[in-house]
Nanobody, 122 residues
Framework: VQLQASGGGQVQAGGSLRLSCAAS????????VGWFRQLPGKEREFVAA????????YYADSLKGRFTISRDDEKNMLYLEMNNLKPEDTAVYYC????????????????WGQGTLVTVSS
């Protein structure tokens, strides 16, 4: 499966953004998918994941209540709705997919999009 993330940009603290990830090349609905983020020189950090068929969602504890992950299997799309953004949310956000189930570890995912930059100013 190929993944293409979009929707990043610059926003002021307290604002919102919706990231999108378009999937192609395989049966998207059979993959568990998720979002990670990364700052330069730091490890990739788990943000959220959603199981195949969207039955279960998982979030980083620090992001619960502000971020919402969703998927539209008919459109082969993955989304991340981000509200009440904070400067510490600034990072490159990556969408990812796994045929083995959801995980909070980046090594569990075989497929990655190119990343989209989110910058939150104070």
């Amino acid at each position: 499966v190929q993944l293409q993330a979009s929707g990043g940009g610059q926003v002021q603290a307290g604002g919102s953004l919706r990231l999108s990830c378009a999937a192609s090349g395989s049966t998207f609905s059979t993959y568990s998918v998720g979002w990670f983020r990364q700052l330069p020189g730091k490890e990739r950090e788990f943000v959220a994941a959603i199981s195949w068929k969207g039955g279960r969602t998982y979030y980083a504890d620090s992001l619960k209540g502000r971020f919402t992950i969703s998927r539209d299997d008919e459109k082969n799309m993955l989304y991340l709705e981000m509200n009440n953004l904070k400067p510490e949310d600034t990072a490159v956000y990556y969408c990812t997919a796994s045929s083995w189930g959801t995980s909070r570890k980046p090594t569990a995912y075989a497929y990655w999009g190119q990343g989209t930059l989110v910058t939150v100013s104070s």
